[in-house]
Each structure stands twice: as C-alpha cells, then as structure tokens.
C-alpha cells in the first residue's frame, strides 16, 4: 500500500479529527455565492512538522495541488510588498477580487503591512547580523493597520525564524508558521507549501539550508458543503512521490527571484489527476 507523502499522512489525521471531534458554528460570518450562510465544522489547535532537509514535505497527492498560482501570490504578500488586485493579476491570480474594497487593492493587509513595518527587510538584516537571535518574527497582525480600511484579516499571520547550527556542522534555517484559521480542505495544503517556498528563499538568500518547518494551526475547518468531498479524500489512496523545491542556482537575492525561478520537482501532478481527480468546493466568501 502507497503511504504518500508525510502532507497526505497529516491531512487525512486532520480529516478524520474534524469529521468525529468538529464543532458547528452557529453564526458564520462567511456566505456562499447563493448567499446561504457558510457554516463549517471545526476543531482548535494543532501542529504539523516538516524536515525540509530529510525529504519531509507538506505537498499532498490526495487531490491535485496545482501550486505555481500560490507561489505567485506569496511573491506578491512578500517580495512586492503590495496589496493591488491588478498587480497581483499579473500571476494568474484573481481569487482575491471578492475582497477588492473598491480601488483595486485589498486594503491595509497582507503586502501593505509588509511594506508598511519593513517586514522582510528587517527580517533579513536581523538574521544576518544575529542569527543567532530569537526574535526573528514576521507579524502580518498589526492592530493599527486595521483602523484603515481592509479587506480580510490575515489568517497565516505569523512566521517564527531560528538558524540552527546543526550537529552534522550544516546551519540550518527553520521556521515555523501560525495560522489563525484555516479551511483546511482548499487551502491548508497550499498555505503550508507557500510557506516551505518562503523558507526556502529566505535560506537562499542568507546562505543557510532549509530545516524544520512547522505549521501551528489555532481553527482548523471544513465547510458543511465539503463534508463528502473529506470523506472522499479518506477514501483514496496516496501516491508515493518525493515532491522537493528546486531554485534557479543562479539566483541568490530574495527580490530577484521570479516565480519561474521556484520549481516544484518530483509531484506527479498528471497521475494523481488521473487517480485522484480535483473535487469542487463551494467557496465561503
């Protein structure tokens, strides 16, 4: 029997956790296109560990990822520092237009705080100066960024860096997410490997090697209209691949890399279309 990947191991734990513990909300803000009230089923806190440096990774084949979109967007939080929906259109994404808060930007959010409180920049001098320092956190939750007008409060909102100088004389970059929220089914997967992407960049620009990544989650959910599409998910069984990130080598700089400069080697992306085809999710706006 096919054990997959260590993503699909945790996804279909995380499934069957929901589905016998999950709680339903009784007033959901988000709706569904028909304007029917987007209830989920839910259950609070959790984690998921990754060695990047041991072929770990977050990348599932339970159903098709199709991952370069992402990437797009997380280049546009990151790199771009931008909040404009045309910008971001640029990549191919246009998933954030709900959110538009009608000048074609999504507000005091995602890149605008990146910009704002020189997120990344400082991240990078921080770790380059003391990488031996545990204070090196990105927070997308900035209270007075809220008092202007926004689109959506960050649900992965938090990066937590530490340079491990490992036992085999390699150093190490790891990181670990937190994630207010999540629904789980169309984006846990995806916000998880955004992130072992950023990872990535950031070891490649300072010069380390990716370690340990770690997602914590506090609200983890499945919408009541995707319950048998989880039940489907448990169902099926897994592709054994060894998904890994590879980056243009002549790239070193963090704002230099393109999104053609990321590859995502080793996911058999047209066999698990065939053996595991993509489900439909009505979407909670």
């Known amino acids: ?29 988000p709706k569904y296109a028909d304007g029917t009230p987007a209830h989920t089923l839910s259950v609070n806190h959790g984690i998921c560990t990754y060695d990047l440096s041991k072929g770990e990774f977050p990348l599932i084949t339970l159903r098709p990822i199709a991952v370069s979109k992402s990437i797009g967007e997380l280049l ?6 931008s909040n404009n929906l045309d910008r971001l259109a640029e990549y191919g994404v246009t998933w954030w237009d709900d959110w538009d808060i009608g000048d074609r930007t999504i507000g005091a959010c995602y ?30 939750w900035q209270v007075d960024d809220f008092n202007d007008p926004h689109g959506l409060k960050p649900c992965a909102f938090m990066t937590i860096w530490n340079v491990r100088h490992g036992k085999d004389g390699v150093d190490y970059l790891d990181m670990c997410l937190v994630q207010r929220s999540s629904d789980f089914l169309t984006a846990g997967c995806i916000n998880q490997v955004q992130y072992v992407v950023f990872q990535h960049l950031i070891a490649r620009h300072l010069g380390y090697t990716p370690g340990r990544f770690t997602w914590f989650y506090d609200n983890i959910q499945i919408y009541d209209r995707h319950v048998e599409q989880a039940k489907e998910m448990l169902k099926r069984e897994p592709i054994d691949c060894n998904p890994h990130i590879e980056i243009n080598p002549e790239k070193t700089d963090f704002y230099d890399m393109r999104p053609e400069d990321i590859k995502i080697e080793g996911y058999p992306l047209k066999k698990i279309k065939e053996k595991n085809p993509q489900l439909k999710f009505d979407l909670g706006i």
């Open 1 to 29: 029997m096919a054990t997959g990947t260590k993503g699909d191991k945790y996804t279909k734990e995380i499934i069957e956790r929901i589905l016998e513990e999950g709680c339903l909300d009784k007033d959901p803000r």
């Open 76 to 81: 546009w939080i990151y790199q771009d520092e």
């Open 111 to 140: 890149g605008e705080t990146v910009r704002r409180h020189k997120l990344v920049k400082d991240l990078l001098k921080g770790l380059k100066e003391n990488p031996d320092g545990r204070r090196h956190i990105i927070s997308l």
